[in-house]
C-alpha cells in the first residue's frame, strides 16, 4: 500500500505561495509535514533537512558576484548601459532581446552556460539596455511598462538557457537522460539526445521571438 | 586540488561582508536581522561541515525563523547620486563595461582551457567544481581590477554588496531550501508515489495519449519540485520507457531529450524553480514577485505543443 499522506507537502507549498506566505517559511512547513507524514520522526526529518541544506550550499556560492555588480553600479554602469543603447540608431527593446536570446542560445550550446545569468549579465547589463531601448520608443515609461520590459529580459534569459544547453554533449541533463535510460537497459549515445534538441531550440527562437517582436509593437503603439 | 571547499571559505567570507556591511548602515532600521542573517550563512558555508545534520537542521530553522518573522530590512543610503553616476558614466565611457566582462570571459576562456588542453588530466582543479571555481577566480580578478582602476573607498566592496544582497533579501537563499525540501521529498517517498498515480492512468491503445500523458507529467513533476532532474526519472519509470518506448516503439533519443525539454516548459511556470523565477524578480526589484512567471507562460505553453509535436512526429512517424 503506497503512503499517499506525504503528496500533503506539495499541497502545503502551493497554498503556501498562492497565500503569499513568506516562501523560505512555506518551504521549512513543508519539509517537516512531509517527513512527519511520511513516518519519520522530528529529529530525523531536522537531520534530513539539514543534511540536504549543508550539501546544496553550492547552489548559493554564486552571489560571490555581488559585491562586483555592486561596485560597477557605484561608478555609473547601468547609466553607462543605458547610454549605449541610446545612441544606436534603430535600437528596440525587441531587437536587442531577440539577439541577447540567440547569443545566450548558442552560448548555452557550446555548453557556456554560466557565462551570462542573472546576476552576471541581466541585472546589470541586459535590463537597463532594454529599458533605455523602450525609452527611446515611447518616452518615460510607466511602473508597469518598466516592469514588463525588465522582466522580459530575465524571461529572455531563461528560455535560451533552457533552450539551448541541451544541444551541448557534456550537459548534465543530457548525461541524466543518458544514465536513467540505462538503468532501464537503453544504450544511447549522448549525440543521440542532444541532437534531438536542435527541433525544440529553433522553436523556442521562433515563440519567444515572435513575443518580442509583439512587444516591441505594444511599446510603440501605447502612446 | 582546487574544490568547493575552497569555494565555501571564499563565499563564507563574501557573506561575512554582507553582514558586516548590513550592520553598518543606520539607514535600515531592521540592520541586525539582516546581519544575522548573512552572519549565520557565513557559518554554514565555513563550518557545515562541523555542525552535524542536527546542527544544520536548527541553522535552517533559524534562518526561517529571522525572514518568517519579517526581520529582514534594507537601507535607503545611497552611495553615489544619479548625477555622481551619470557624471562617472560619461567620464569613463564603455570601459566600465570590461570589469564586468571579466567575469564571463574567464569562464568562457577557463571552460575552453579546461576541456581542450591538459588542464583537466593534471589535476589541479575538482572537474565537478570547476565552473565555481572559474566564477570565483573572475569575481576575485574583477574585484582586484575595480579596486586598482577605480580606487573605491576600502570599504565600498563592503558595503555595495550588502546592498544588492539586502535588496533580493531571503529570495538568496530560497533556492537552497529548496533543494533540500527535494532531498525531504525524495526521503519520503513522493517521487514514486506520483510515478505511481501517474502509471495507473495511462490510457491503452492510443501513442497520441500516452505522448500527451508523459509530457504533461513532465511538467506538472517538474512545476512540483522546481526541477525537471527530479521529474524525469520517475516519468521515465512510468511511462516513457515501459509504454513509449518497449510498448510503442518509439525512437528512445527523442523520447529522453524532449521529454526533459517538455519538462524545462514546466520550470518556465513554477515559483519552485526560484533561481529562474523568483529571484530575477527580487534581483531587478519587480513589485511583482511572480512577474517572470507571468511573462513566461505565453512562451511555455505554445512551447510545450511544440514539444507535444516533436515528440509524436519525431519520435514515431520519422
Redesign the interface.
Known sequence: MINYWPLLGIALVVVGFALRFNPLLVVAVAAIVTGLLGHMPFLKVLGVLGHGFNENRYVTIVWIILPVVGLLERYGLQEQARNLIGGMRGATTGRLLIVYLAIRQILSALGLTTVAGHPQTVRPLVAPMAIAAAEKQRGELDEETSERVKAMSAATDNVGLFFGEDIFLAIASILLIQGSLASFGIQLTPFQLSMWAIPSAICAFLIHGTRLLLLDRKLARRK | MIN?HW??I??GA??A??AIGSARDPSNAKRWGNAAFWGL?TV??WF??F???????????A??AI??T?SLGRGTRE??T?E???????R???T??L??LV??FT??VG?LLF?YTPLKAAGIIDPK?V??V???TG?IL??VI?YVW?R?PAF??????S???NSIG????????????????A????G???G?LVGAIIPSGSVFLAVLLYALGMVVFTM?MGN??AA??VM??AIG?PIL?HQDGG????I??????SG?CG??MT??A????????A??E????Y??I???I??AI??LI??IV?LYI?GFHL
Open positions: 568547493l569555494l565555501y571564499f563565499a563574501v557573506f561582508g554582507f550563512l554554514s558555508l557545515g561541515d555542525l552535524g545534520d542536527i546542527g544544520n537542521g536548527i541553522l535552517v530553522l534562518l526561517v525572514a518568517g519579517h552611495s553615489t544619479v555622481e553616476r551619470e557624471a562617472s558614466s560619461s569613463r565611457g564603455n566600465l563595461f570589469p564586468a567575469i564571463p569562464a568562457f571552460t576541456n567544481a565552473t565555481l572559474l566564477l570565483g569575481v574583477a574585484l575595480c577605480l573605491p565600498a566592496a563592503v558595503d555595495e554588496g546592498r544588492l544582497a531571503w529570495a538568496m537563499v530560497l533556492p537552497q531550501m529548496l533543494a533540500s525540501l527535494g532531498v525531504i521529498f526521503a519520503a517517498g513522493v514514486t508515489t506520483i505511481a512540483i525537471a532532474f524525469f526519472p521515465a519509470a520507457v518506448i525512437n528512445a533519443g527523442v529522453g531529450a524532449v521529454g526533459m525539454l524545462f520550470t518556465l515559483p519552485m526560484a533561481n529562474f523565477n523568483i529571484v530575477p524578480a534581483l531587478l519587480l513589485k511583482n514577485q512577474g517572470v507571468k511573462l513566461q505565453p512562451t505554445p512551447l511544440a514539444n516533436i519525431a
